[in-house]
C-alpha cells in the first residue's frame, strides 16, 4: 500500500487538501468561534445580570444545545431551514449551527469567568461613580475574559476538527475534499492520515497563537 | 445644616437584626470615627449609608435632600454616589487597570472628563498620597499599604463631599497602617468630611472631631472626641475603653 505511488499521491493531494483547508475549514472555524464568542458573552451577561425572563430563556438555551448532539443540531438546521422558507447555503448553515452550539458552551466559560471576579470590583465600581454596564465593560469583562482565555480557545481548537462534521450537510471542507481525493484513487488509508496531520499543523499554530495571545493579554503584574 | 444626616436606619440580615434604629449626622468638615466590637454594625452602616447593601427603612439625608432608603432609585442611587468616596477594607482596586488607570476611570468613564485632564487630576492626587512614581504598576505589583493609599487617591480624585473609609488598615500591619494613616491625617487636616469605621483608638483620638460608639445595632455613645474619650457616660463605653486601653498599653 504503502509504495512510490503512494508517496506521489500524498504529495500531488497535500495542496489540494491544504487549499481546502484554508478556504473552507479554518474560515468556518474562525468565523463560527468568534459568533459563538459574542453569544456567550451576551448569554454569559444575562445570566451574571440575573434578568429575568431572558435568564431562564439562556438557561433554556443552554439545556437544547448542550444536550442534544451536534451532528444532530446539523440535520435540523439544514432540513428545517427550508421548510420554513429560509434557503441557504450550507455553508452558512454550517456557521449557524456551529456558532450557536459552541455558544451554549462559551457562555457556562464566561458565566464562570465573571462570576470569578471578585464582588468587590463591582462595588469599587459604582463607589467611583460608573453604572452596570460601564463596570462590565472596563472591569469585570477584561478581567473574565483573561480568566477564560484558554478555556475559549480550547474551543477554538475542537471547532477546528469538529468543522469536518459539516461534511454531512454537504459542506465540501478540509476532510470531504480528501474523502474526494481517496474515492478517486482507492487509496483511503494514507490520504486520511494526511488530512490527520494537516489538522494537527493547524491546531498546533493555534496553540501557538494562544501562548502569544495569553502573553498579550498580560497577566496585569501577577507573574511579572 | 448638616451634609449627611441618617434616621432611624434598620437593616436585618434574615432573622439576624444588624442596625436597629441608628441615628447619625455629619456636618461639613466633620471627621467622625465609627467605634464598636466586631459585628456591632459599623460596617453595615456604612455599606448602607453607600447603597451597597439595601437598608429595611430609614431615612437619608445628603445635601439638604432627603430620601427613604426603601424607596430610593437607583438614579438617585448614583447622582449621590458621584459625590462620595469609598475605600474598602480590601482596597477593592480594579485588578486588571494600572495605579493611574484606577484613578482616572471614574473621571473618564463615570465623569466624561478628557483622558489629559483626568491623569492630570490624578497626579495631583496619587502626588498627595506619595504614589505619582507608582502610576504605571499594576495593584498586584503593590504592598497592602500603597494600595490603599492609590484606594484612597481614587475616592479623593472625584473631588467628593465626603468619604466613607470601612475600616482601612485592618489588613495592613502596624507600619503600613501607619503610613495610610499619616494619609488619613492630612485628609482631616485639609478638611475633607469623612467617616472611618476604625479599631485604631489612637487615630479616633488624634484626628477625629467626633465619635460613635456602636454595640449590638445601636449607637451606645456619640460625642466629641474629648468628651468620648475622657468622660464617657455609657458603662458600656467605659468597658470597651477598658478593654482597648489594655491592649494598647499592655
Redesign the interface.
Known amino acids: 500500500m504503502f509504495n512510490a505511488s503512494t508517496f506521489e499521491l500524498l504529495v500531488s493531494s497535500f495542496p489540494k487538501i491544504l487549499e481546502y483547508g484554508l478556504k473552507v475549514t479554518l474560515p468556518l472555524a474562525v468565523i463560527s468561534f468568534l459568533l459563538s464568542t459574542v453569544l456567550a458573552v451576551l448569554v454569559a451577561m444575562v445570566q451574571y445580570a440575573g434578568v429575568p425572563v431572558l435568564r431562564q430563556l439562556c438557561r433554556f438555551y443552554i439545556w437544547i444545545i448542550r444536550g442534544t448532539p451536534l451532528l444532530v443540531q446539523l440535520m435540523v438546521v439544514f432540513y428545517g431551514l427550508p421548510l420554513i422558507g429560509i434557503h441557504s447555503n450550507s455553508f452558512v448553515m454550517a456557521i449557524i449551527v456551529f456558532s450557536i452550539n459552541e455558544g451554549a458552551y462559551s457562555a457556562e466559560t464566561m458565566r464562570a469567568a465573571m462570576e470569578a471576579v471578585p464582588s468587590g470590583q463591582l462595588e469599587a465600581g459604582y463607589c467611583v461613580g460608573m453604572n452596570y454596564m460601564q463596570i462590565m465593560w472596563h472591569i469585570i469583562l477584561p478581567q473574565a475574559f483573561r480568566t477564560a482565555f484558554p478555556s475559549l480557545f480550547n474551543a477554538l481548537i475542537s471547532m477546528v476538527k469538529d468543522t469536518s462534521l459539516a461534511s454531512s450537510i454537504t459542506v465540501v471542507e478540509m476532510f470531504t475534499r480528501t474523502k474526494q481525493i481517496a474515492g478517486q484513487s482507492y487509496n483511503y488509508l494514507p490520504l486520511y492520515i494526511e488530512v490527520a496531520f494537516v489538522y494537527l499543523i493547524f491546531c498546533t499554530v493555534l496553540t501557538l497563537v494562544q501562548k502569544k495571545g495569553e502573553k498579550l493579554l498580560g497577566s496585569y503584574g501577577v507573574r511579572k | 445644616m448638616a451634609l449627611l444626616e441618617i434616621k432611624n436606619i434598620y437593616k436585618s440580615f434574615g432573622e439576624n437584626d444588624v442596625l436597629k434604629g441608628v441615628n447619625i449626622k455629619v456636618n461639613k468638615g466633620d471627621v467622625v470615627s465609627v467605634l464598636g466590637p466586631s459585628g456591632s454594625g459599623k460596617t453595615t452602616l456604612l455599606r448602607c449609608i453607600?447603597?451597597?447593601e439595601k437598608a429595611d427603612k430609614g431615612e437619608f439625608i445628603f445635601d439638604g435632600k432627603s430620601y427613604d432608603f426603601s424607596k430610593i432609585s437607583g438614579k438617585e442611587i448614583?447622582e449621590i454616589?458621584?459625590k462620595?468616596?469609598?475605600v474598602?477594607q480590601?482596597y477593592?482596586?480594579?485588578?486588571?487597570?494600572t495605579v493611574l488607570q484606577n484613578v482616572t476611570?471614574?473621571l473618564t468613564?463615570?465623569?466624561h472628563i478628557a483622558k489629559n485632564e483626568a491623569e492630570k487630576k490624578a497626579m495631583e492626587v496619587l502626588k498627595k498620597v506619595g504614589m505619582d512614581t507608582f502610576k504605571d504598576?499594576?495593584?498586584?505589583?503593590l504592598s497592602g499599604g500603597q494600595q490603599q493609599r492609590v484606594?484612597i487617591a481614587?475616592?479623593l480624585a472625584?473631588e467628593p463631599e465626603i468619604i466613607y473609609f470601612d475600616e482601612p488598615t485592618s489588613a495592613l500591619d502596624p507600619q503600613l497602617t501607619a503610613e495610610v494613616l499619616e494619609v488619613m491625617r492630612k485628609l482631616a487636616l485639609d478638611g475633607m468630611t469623612m467617616i472611618v469605621v476604625t479599631h485604631e483608638m489612637g487615630f479616633a483620638r488624634d484626628v477625629s472631631s467626633h465619635v460613635i460608639f456602636m454595640a449590638d445595632g445601636n449607637v451606645v455613645e456619640e460625642g466629641s472626641e474629648k468628651e468620648f474619650f475622657e468622660n464617657p457616660k455609657e458603662e458600656r463605653t467605659r468597658e470597651f475603653l477598658r478593654i482597648t486601653n489594655k491592649i494598647v498599653n499592655g
Do not use: D, E, V
Open positions: 453607600n447603597f451597597l448614583a454616589r458621584k462620595t468616596g469609598f474598602f480590601s477593592n482596586l480594579f485588578a486588571n487597570k476611570l471614574g468613564s463615570a465623569r504598576y499594576y495593584p498586584s505589583q484606594a481614587r475616592a472625584t
